[in-house]
């Protein structure tokens, strides 16, 4: 074989992956702190926006520091989430027995965490860090309980990424010590919406860890009280009423990212459905005795990416949008976020599918790439890009959200198949690494050790990879492969033939240092509520794989006397293990197979499980499981890379002056913008005196005060942060002004928090407003 020489090209890769290298070294070991090492604040409570007796024509831009601060003390968490803490005891709500259907609790809460300084989790691109606010994060819980109280299940659908392990276990650890064993790991599913614009940092195996580049405490811990409030709430608020479910198609919004993996499956099987996704949307309508509204969960299969990986705002995509409009439109009167009913457009098998409608195309030609490759001709994978239906971003958030939107509320308002039956939950961990799975009577397969495959680094048409991977590639590559031994050691030959045919990029599975790199400890968990059964999926299903799995559940329940249920996918439950994909899926390692972590036979190897779990609950022979092997709960985690610093006032400026004021008149469709003097954003989540960055607010002249319209969970609200250099930074707040806006007089308001720090003294978080002039809003 003739010499390889490098190219250029080559060469600097070589030299920015030894660098990269030596930071990561660095941080493994230099970095090393206890995650338990926290800032803790007193919430102050929320801010009351109390009516200002002014006029509008004397108002002038302010701005107002608080002179109360927040002084941050260390606290050390308990070493493991596990132990048992004291219980707290905690009155129940008292519960009315003589009826039909079950108790029912909703709540939401904010868990939104940082919004600057902080990767946003989902597309893995180096530099995609949150600069912002588009609308908040919230967890929705839903209790259901039957009506003599003795049995009950918790479904909480959070606007995040995925629910990491590390959540979950330190979740279940503070329900344990205020209900004792009221809620617990088999009656509680956490369920990630999957929004790719959400903050990272909050995980605890080293992939994560690095992808996030660093633990962030502060937002683990806001998303970890998020949704404990929103159990909470849904906790207090329960009362009898009644459940129904419905089910209809969504047309148009989704495409199979990955459909020459789909033909890989039997055209048998194929042939059984009309699509290469699944269409099927599922609701659950959940109303008082007396038919009032209380609250939805659908389930349908979608991606939220139709925010791409160009965006630097927080939000909660397409599936989240859907929720505003119903929550708004059922909560009318109340501001986003606010108001009693829930409504949570839950994850299913998307594991393969896209909002990006439009399809994979050459950004540089137009020409359709949509091969089995993903590759253009001039540029390669790179330039091979998915689109969605609008003319941005914003706009197919909208398109896809409010299709997802107008379908769930027909389907809520036909409910008319009442769920009945007893509540029944199962669950296990489960070394997913050491599974024995039966192909039939006589061979046997096994799981495998994780590991990630080569077409795992190209990313999919969604958002590509940044090295120019290529998905499909079944053959390692020397130069990669050199640059991975030399820096993580060589994958052992047992890895390496289980795994096949993936070439493998990361051997992650025996990587261990500082943490292991992936889980071995998954949970699988079903619930059920009569003729419903909710599987907790701990990552992404593809569609056939969703397909599988629900018809063999189905299949076990029947075996056992419990037919025509109902089986949903619930993905991105508890613990997050990447994609799974069918077997055959596997066999073409494009990219949701290269991340199929577990081996050829994972699929299988869920099926095994939860069929287990189902006949466990048909057969009435739950407490009869084995508990399983318990997952840890690393107690020393990397730090984030970026520090702390105080913010900084131009000279002759405070914080919340405004540099750059609104124009004197608008109409609707335009944008009002005000540019203020700002200060980090992450402080706010530290010191919460204000639950908003923003408000737009109008003049009512009958009461001669000032009313809110909007704030940052509004969509047509954006907040930007513009980070400067030595502590110095702008705030932008836009309002995209609605074609509902009424005429009148307006003001925007900007709340945020500075850090302030003097020699030898404890950092101190301060509050601050500021107050834009005045202006008008026309509609001609």
Same mark, same amino acid.
């Not at 088999?186 to 919406?193: A, M, R, W």
């Not at 349908?300 to 929720?323: E, K, R, T, W």
């Not at 994958?491 to 493998?504: A, D, H, M, N, V």
């Given at each position: 074989?003739?010499?390889?020489?490098?190219?250029?090209l080559?060469?600097?890769l070589?030299?920015?992956?030894v660098?990269m290298?030596?930071i990561?070294v660095?941080?493994?070991?230099?970095?090393?702190?206890?995650?338990?090492?926290?800032?803790?604040?007193?919430?102050?409570g929320?801010?009351?926006?109390?009516t200002?007796?002014?006029?509008p024509?004397?108002?002038?831009?302010?701005?107002?520091?608080?002179?109360?601060?927040?002084q941050?003390?260390?606290a050390?968490q308990?070493?493991?989430?596990?132990?048992?803490?004291?219980?707290?005891?905690?009155?129940?709500?008292?519960?009315?027995?003589?009826?039909?259907g079950?108790?029912?609790?909703?709540?939401?809460?904010d868990?939104?965490g940082q *919004?600057?300084?902080i990767?946003?989790?989902?597309?893995?691109?180096?530099?995609?860090?949150?600069?912002g606010i588009?609308?908040r994060?919230?967890?929705?819980?839903? +209790?259901?309980?039957?009506?003599?109280?003795?049995?009950?299940?918790v479904?909480?659908?959070?606007?995040?990424?995925?629910?990491?392990?590390?959540?979950r276990?330190?979740?279940?650890?503070?329900?344990?010590s205020?209900?004792?064993?009221l809620?617990?790991?088999?009656? *509680?599913?956490?369920?990630?919406?999957?929004?790719?614009?959400?903050?990272?940092?909050?995980?605890?195996?080293?992939?994560?860890?690095?992808?996030?580049?660093g633990?962030?405490?502060?937002?683990?811990q806001h998303?970890?009280t998020?949704?404990?409030?929103?159990?909470?709430?849904?906790?207090?608020n329960?009362?009898?009423?009644k459940?129904?479910?419905?089910?209809?198609?969504?047309?148009?919004?989704?495409?199979?990212?990955?459909?020459?993996s789909?033909?890989?499956?039997?055209?048998?099987?194929?042939?059984?459905?009309?699509?290469n996704?699944?269409? !099927?949307?599922?609701?659950?309508?959940?109303?008082d005795?007396?038919?009032?509204?209380?609250?939805?969960?659908s389930?349908?299969a979608?991606?939220?990416?139709?925010?791409?990986?160009?965006?630097?705002?927080?939000?909660?995509?397409n599936?989240?949008?859907?929720?505003y409009?119903?929550?708004q439109?059922?909560?009318?009167?109340?501001?986003p976020?606010?108001?009693?009913?829930v409504a949570?457009?839950?994850?299913?098998?998307?594991?393969?599918?896209?909002?990006?409608?439009?399809?994979?195309r050459?950004?540089?030609?137009?020409e359709?790439?949509d091969?089995?490759?993903?590759?253009?001709?001039?540029?390669?994978p790179?330039?091979?890009?998915?689109?969605?239906?609008g003319?941005?971003?914003f706009d197919?958030?909208?398109?896809?959200g409010? @299709?997802?939107?107008?379908r769930?509320?027909?389907?809520? @308002?036909?409910?008319?198949?009442?769920?009945?039956?007893?509540l029944?939950?199962?669950?296990q961990w489960?070394?997913m690494?050491?599974?024995?799975?039966?192909?039939?009577?006589?061979?046997?397969a096994?799981?495998?050790?994780?590991?990630?495959?080569?077409?795992?680094?190209a990313?999919?048409?969604?958002? *590509?990879g940044?090295?120019?991977f290529t998905?499909?590639?079944?053959e390692?590559?020397?130069?990669?492969?050199?640059?991975?031994?030399?820096?993580?050691?060589?994958?052992?030959?047992?890895?390496?033939?289980?795994?096949k045919?993936?070439?493998?990029?990361?051997?992650?599975?025996?990587l261990s240092?500082?943490?292991?790199?992936?889980?071995?400890?998954?949970?699988?968990?079903?619930?059920t509520?009569?003729?419903?059964?909710?599987?907790? +999926?701990?990552?992404?299903?593809?569609?056939?794989?969703?397909?599988r799995?629900?018809?063999?559940?189905?299949?076990?329940f029947a075996s056992?006397?419990?037919?025509?249920?109902?089986?949903v996918?619930?993905?991105?439950?508890?613990?997050y293990?990447?994609?799974?994909?069918?077997?055959e899926?596997y066999?073409?390692q494009r990219y949701?197979?290269?991340?199929?972590?577990y081996?050829?036979?994972?699929l299988?190897?869920?099926?095994?499980?939860?069929?287990?779990?189902a006949?466990?609950?048909?057969t009435d022979?739950?407490?009869?499981?084995?508990?399983?092997?318990?997952?840890?709960?690393?107690?020393?985690?990397?730090?984030?890379?970026?520090?702390?610093?105080?913010?900084? @006032?131009p000279?002759?400026r405070?914080?919340?002056d405004?540099?750059?004021?609104?124009?004197?008149?608008?109409?609707?469709g335009?944008?009002?913008?005000v540019?203020?003097?700002?200060a980090?954003?992450?402080?706010?989540?530290?010191?919460q005196t204000?639950?908003?960055?923003?408000? *737009?607010?109008?003049?009512?002249?009958?009461?001669?005060?000032?009313?809110?319209?909007?704030?940052d969970?509004?969509?047509?609200?954006?907040?930007?942060?513009?980070k400067?250099l030595?502590?110095?930074?702008?705030?932008?707040?836009?309002w995209h002004?609605?074609?509902?806006?009424?005429?009148?007089?307006?003001?925007?308001?900007?709340?945020?928090?500075?850090?302030?720090?003097?020699?030898?003294?404890?950092?101190v978080?301060?509050?601050? !407003?500021?107050?834009?002039p005045?202006?008008?809003?026309?509609t001609t």
């Amino acid at each position: 074989m003739a010499k390889r020489t490098f190219s250029n090209l080559e060469t600097f890769l070589i030299f920015l992956l030894v660098m990269m290298s030596a930071i990561t070294v660095a941080l493994l070991s230099l970095l090393f702190i206890t995650s338990g090492t926290i800032e803790n604040h007193k919430d102050l409570g929320g801010h009351f926006f109390s009516t200002t007796q002014s006029s509008p024509a004397t108002q002038g831009s302010t701005a107002t520091q608080r002179s109360t601060a927040t002084q941050h003390s260390t606290a050390t968490q308990s070493s493991t989430a596990t132990q048992t803490s004291p219980v707290t005891s905690t009155p129940e709500p008292p519960l009315f027995q003589n009826f039909s259907g079950y108790h029912i609790g909703v709540g939401r809460a904010d868990c939104t965490g940082q *919004v600057a300084d902080i990767n946003l989790m989902g597309y893995g691109k180096a530099g995609q860090n949150a600069q912002g606010i588009l609308t908040r994060l919230y967890s929705r819980a839903f +209790i259901m309980a039957e009506p003599d109280g003795s049995n009950r299940t918790v479904f909480v659908s959070i606007d995040i990424g995925m629910v990491s392990q590390r959540l979950r276990l330190e979740v279940l650890n503070r329900l344990q010590s205020k209900y004792g064993s009221l809620y617990r790991r088999d009656n *509680v599913i956490l369920s990630g919406t999957h929004t790719h614009s959400g903050p990272a940092g909050y995980f605890q195996y080293t992939v994560f860890v690095i992808a996030s580049e660093g633990f962030s405490n502060q937002t683990f811990q806001h998303m970890v009280t998020g949704i404990l409030k929103s159990i909470d709430i849904a906790h207090t608020n329960m009362k009898p009423g009644k459940i129904f479910i419905n089910k209809g198609n969504v047309d148009g919004v989704q495409i199979n990212r990955s459909p020459y993996s789909y033909l890989q499956n039997p055209q048998s099987e194929r042939a059984r459905y009309s699509s290469n996704t699944d269409k !099927e949307m599922i609701v659950l309508k959940m109303v008082d005795l007396n038919g009032g509204d209380l609250g939805l969960i659908s389930w349908f299969a979608i991606h939220p990416v139709s925010m791409n990986n160009s965006n630097h705002l927080v939000n909660s995509d397409n599936v989240g949008y859907a929720s505003y409009l119903l929550e708004q439109e059922k909560n009318k009167g109340y501001l986003p976020g606010q108001g009693p009913f829930v409504a949570a457009f839950a994850s299913s098998n998307l594991g393969d599918v896209s909002p990006n409608i439009l399809g994979p195309r050459c950004i540089n030609t137009g020409e359709s790439c949509d091969n089995a490759n993903s590759t253009c001709p001039i540029g390669g994978p790179s330039m091979c890009i998915a689109k969605g239906p609008g003319q941005d971003m914003f706009d197919s958030t909208q398109i896809i959200g409010r @299709a997802m939107y107008q379908r769930a509320k027909e389907l809520y @308002a036909s409910a008319s198949q009442e769920v009945t039956g007893p509540l029944a939950s199962a669950h296990q961990w489960v070394d997913m690494t050491d599974v024995t799975v039966w192909l039939n009577s006589t061979h046997a397969a096994k799981t495998c050790k994780p590991a990630l495959g080569y077409s795992f680094a190209a990313g999919t048409i969604d958002g *590509v990879g940044g090295l120019n991977f290529t998905q499909g590639k079944t053959e390692g590559d020397p130069f990669w492969d050199t640059i991975r031994d030399q820096i993580l050691g060589k994958p052992s030959e047992e890895i390496k033939e289980c795994q096949k045919p993936k070439p493998i990029l990361l051997h992650t599975g025996e990587l261990s240092k500082p943490h292991p790199w992936h889980p071995d400890i998954v949970d699988v968990q079903i619930i059920t509520l009569g003729s419903l059964a909710i599987t907790a +999926i701990p990552g992404e299903f593809t569609t056939m794989s969703g397909r599988r799995l629900r018809e063999a559940v189905q299949a076990e329940f029947a075996s056992h006397g419990m037919r025509n249920m109902t089986v949903v996918i619930s993905g991105l439950c508890n613990v997050y293990t990447h994609y799974i994909t069918t077997y055959e899926e596997y066999q073409a390692q494009r990219y949701e197979a290269a991340s199929t972590i577990y081996g050829p036979h994972t699929l299988s190897a869920y099926i095994q499980l939860f069929r287990n779990l189902a006949k466990a609950i048909a057969t009435d022979m739950v407490a009869n499981l084995s508990r399983g092997p318990e997952p840890p709960f690393f107690k020393q985690l990397i730090v984030p890379l970026i520090p702390n610093i105080v913010d900084r @006032a131009p000279k002759g400026r405070t914080f919340g002056d405004v540099l750059q004021p609104a124009k004197p008149e608008y109409r609707v469709g335009e944008v009002a913008e005000v540019i203020f003097v700002g200060a980090n954003p992450k402080n706010s989540v530290q010191n919460q005196t204000h639950q908003t960055f923003l408000t *737009v607010e109008k003049y009512e002249a009958t009461s001669t005060s000032w009313q809110i319209v909007c704030n940052d969970a509004s969509w047509e609200t954006r907040f930007y942060w513009h980070k400067g250099l030595l502590g110095l930074s702008n705030a932008t707040v836009e309002w995209h002004i609605p074609d509902t806006a009424q005429p009148g007089i307006y003001r925007i308001r900007y709340f945020g928090h500075n850090r302030k720090q003097e020699i030898l003294k404890p950092a101190v978080i301060l509050s601050f !407003e500021g107050t834009s002039p005045a202006f008008e809003v026309v509609t001609t």
